[in-house]
């Protein structure tokens, strides 16, 4: 069984009479440890879509079924309960908090999971994982600093760091609560070629080594060579979806050579 | 948690102009209430203590009788034994520090020409300076001699001097009803002039030695009027009085014992209205810091909308959120309350001190109940620190919410784009 699968996804938007087919009938299996990119020209729905996959938004007809969970029809007090314990993102800006530091970004999703889970066992309760204590936040957002190489920078505050460690530190954010998935819209278009390269380097490292499953759209044809499955939106549908045979980072330009499409149910 | 208390406090300092701007509008409307209402109560003080120093006195022990025709100012309802009674007062109440006779009585003043009807009081002349301030009031001459002086000597007020245009060394003409039911009239000399504004409760005062002369050897002693260390607090002041009061009253239940509050008791009940005027106050400018705070908080909004968004991705429910900007508020409200009250304790402390001299601040301007020699000092009020901060806290509270509940309020997906 899929980690996530998406069948006859749609998400419309009205204006007046304007009718917007944002996602247009999408169909979509993803599996755990996934390293997978969607392109697609602008407009064609791939911030709808991954604003879907992360519970931010729901489908206006078609079904979720994230790990054997029917996300449809619930409210969306439980979709942001579910969000706060299964899935993490990556902005395109950053989004560091700026009063905290490098650390305490790191531990906010542990913060907010740990005071979820202190107010009520109730609430969040499917999904519920054991409370962890101020000292084990600490050290597990200072373990994930040192995986994204940032281990002297815990006490910094974010305006003290350059474009591409602000995106590592958002990358140690969004994996120290062990996610289902992280979704990164867009993760290195704030980026120069290199720091992109970097940045997708270090995603495409942690998701070999720790089985991670990333999401992520992007625009840079750099960029996406370095994933391993590619799926193509155009206007709201899937246009193609290969994946790459080749698992190592480093053999970019030729990355794609090797590609197989993907079955769509 | 500590951590929406943490993302909340530092953001108010990371904004420190915007905050300060805010927390000095609460600082000084919450200083100006505490500062304001403090003088009010030093001038209520003030009139209290006029009333205390020059008539009233801090108990005031008379006949029933006489406190029954208290307007016609009788001579037949003397207190018998006056300085047995006066023995028994200090025993009965030991806060007395000492107690002195007065007897009044109706007479006309004259300059020959024009005449007035007046109130006047015949006193010890020691005993009075060491009971009521009268004696030290005096703003030209000098106050009654102790016995074994030149005889017909009066102290009059600054008021009926300019009525019959008297001045130190004239002569007035005194006529009125004796103890023997007869007229008498005579001449006096003008030894000093009394200046006590309206709290002087006669307008010409004589000794008991020429007091007996005029009016008859049996000249009763219509009260007897003690005096007790003045308290620093008009409250605590009031209920020394009142107990000193209950106590004489009960070891002399024959004559009639009364405390400040009694005299005080219209003066008291204005009070009152005037408080309501310092509400106003401290309500206008907690309007206007509120509306500071909206704006502030606001403004915090719109500058962190795609902080809220992550906050929001990453499961914070809409409840923190808005707990979080509510926070904002709260801590900007705490520090320009407390400012506020540190601002106002500062003058407070200040005005208790030092006091205002009321003739300095008002040259020549008459004053009505107060002394125009007084010295207003502010009175410590410590119900209006805490009124002023929970006043501060309660606006921020409520001043925060709107704009807090907006930031809950937003689609996460609409946070993330806002650019
Ligand atoms: N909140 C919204 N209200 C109305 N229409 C929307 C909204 N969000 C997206 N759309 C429309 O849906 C379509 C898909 O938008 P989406 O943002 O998913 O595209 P995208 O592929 O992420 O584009 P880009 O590469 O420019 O980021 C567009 O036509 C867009 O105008
Ligand atoms: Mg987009």
């Known amino acids: 069984m899929a980690m996530l699968e998406l069948s006859k996804v749609a998400r419309v938007y009205r204006k007046g009479d304007n009718e917007v087919r944002a996602l247009d009938g999408v169909d979509l299996f993803i599996e755990a440890g996934e390293f997978l990119a969607i392109v697609g020209p602008s407009g064609s729905g791939k911030t709808t879509m991954l604003n879907i996959l992360g519970c931010l938004d729901s489908p206006s007809s078609g079904t979720i079924v994230y790990d054997g969970t029917d996300l449809h029809g619930l409210d969306e007090k439980a979709l942001s309960a579910y969000r706060r314990d299964r899935i993490s993102f990556v902005f395109q800006s950053y989004n560091l908090i700026p009063v905290l530091t490098v650390r305490e970004n790191v531990e906010l999703p542990l913060v907010i999971e740990a005071r979820a889970r202190g107010r009520s066992s109730k609430d969040g309760a499917p999904f519920a994982t054991k409370t962890r204590s101020d000292a084990e936040i600490k050290a597990l957002a200072l373990e994930m600093l040192e995986a994204v190489g940032l281990g002297g920078k815990a006490d910094r505050f974010p305006r003290e760091l350059s474009g591409g460690q602000e995106q590592r530190v958002a990358i140690a954010r969004a994996l120290v609560k062990k996610p289902l998935v992280v979704l990164a819209d867009e993760p290195t278009a704030n980026l120069d070629s290199r720091t992109a390269g970097e940045i997708l380097d270090l995603m495409r490292d942690i998701n070999e080594k720790k089985g991670a499953t990333f999401i992520f759209s992007t625009h840079d044809h750099m960029v996406m060579e370095r994933a391993r499955r590619i799926v193509t939106l155009h206007d709201g549908q899937i246009a193609s979806d290969t994946t790459s045979r080749i698992a190592t980072a480093d053999s970019a330009p030729g990355g794609i050579s090797d590609t197989t499409s993907h079955g769509r149910s | ?419």
């Open chain 2, 1 to 419: 948690m500590g951590t929406l208390w943490k993302i909340a406090l530092r953001n108010v300092f990371r904004h420190g102009r915007r905050t300060a701007i805010t927390a000095i509008v609460m600082m000084v409307g919450i200083g100006t209430y505490i500062v304001y209402d403090s003088i009010l109560g030093g001038m209520d003080r003030l009139a209290i203590d006029g009333m205390v120093r020059y008539s009233a006195s801090w108990l005031k022990v008379r006949t029933p009788a006489y406190v029954a025709d208290e307007t016609g100012t009788p001579l037949d309802h003397g207190i018998p034994d006056p300085a047995g009674t006066a023995a028994a007062m200090r025993r009965a109440a030991p806060a007395i520090k000492a107690v002195t006779p007065r007897s009044l009585f109706v007479g006309q003043a004259s300059n020959y020409i024009d005449a007035e009807p007046i109130l006047c009081a015949v006193v010890d002349p020691e005993g009075d300076a060491k009971v009521f301030d009268l004696a030290s009031s005096i703003s030209s001459g000098s106050w009654l001699a102790p016995s074994g002086g030149p005889p017909n000597q009066v102290v009059i007020s600054a008021t009926l001097a300019k009525d019959l245009g008297l001045k130190v060394g004239g002569t007035v003409i005194l006529s009125a009803r004796t103890v023997y039911d007869t007229e008498n009239a005579d001449e006096f000399t003008v030894a000093g002039i009394a200046d006590g504004g309206l709290n002087l409760p006669a307008s010409l005062y004589m000794s008991y030695a020429d007091g007996k002369t005029f009016l008859g050897d049996s000249l009763p002693v219509t009260e007897l009027d003690a005096s007790s260390p003045r308290a620093p607090n008009l409250e605590d002041e009031l209920a020394a009085s009142a107990a000193g009061a209950k106590a004489v009253g009960s070891a002399l239940p024959s004559l009639d014992a009364q405390p400040i509050g009694e005299f005080a008791k219209d003066y008291l009940a204005l009070k009152d209205s005037k408080q309501k005027g310092s509400f106003m106050i401290v309500f206008v400018i907690l309007l206007i810091a509120a509306v500071g705070i909206v704006n502030t908080i606001l403004m915090s909004v719109y500058s962190r909308v795609r902080e809220i968004g992550v906050l929001r991705a990453y499961g914070m429910t809409a409840v923190d959120i808005k707990k979080l900007f509510v926070r904002e508020g709260l801590i900007i409200g705490a520090i320009g309350s407390l400012a506020g009250l540190l601002l106002g304790g500062g003058f407070v402390a200040w005005l208790h001190g030092t006091g205002l001299r009321l003739a300095s601040l008002f040259n020549g301007l008459d004053l009505g109940a107060f002394p125009a020699n007084g010295v207003l000092y502010a009175e410590w009020r410590p119900a209006d620190f805490v009124i002023g901060l929970a006043f501060g806290l309660v606006a921020a509270w409520l001043a925060a919410r709107s704009p807090a509940k907006r930031a809950a309020r937003m689609e996460p997906t609409d946070a993330l784009r806002f650019v």
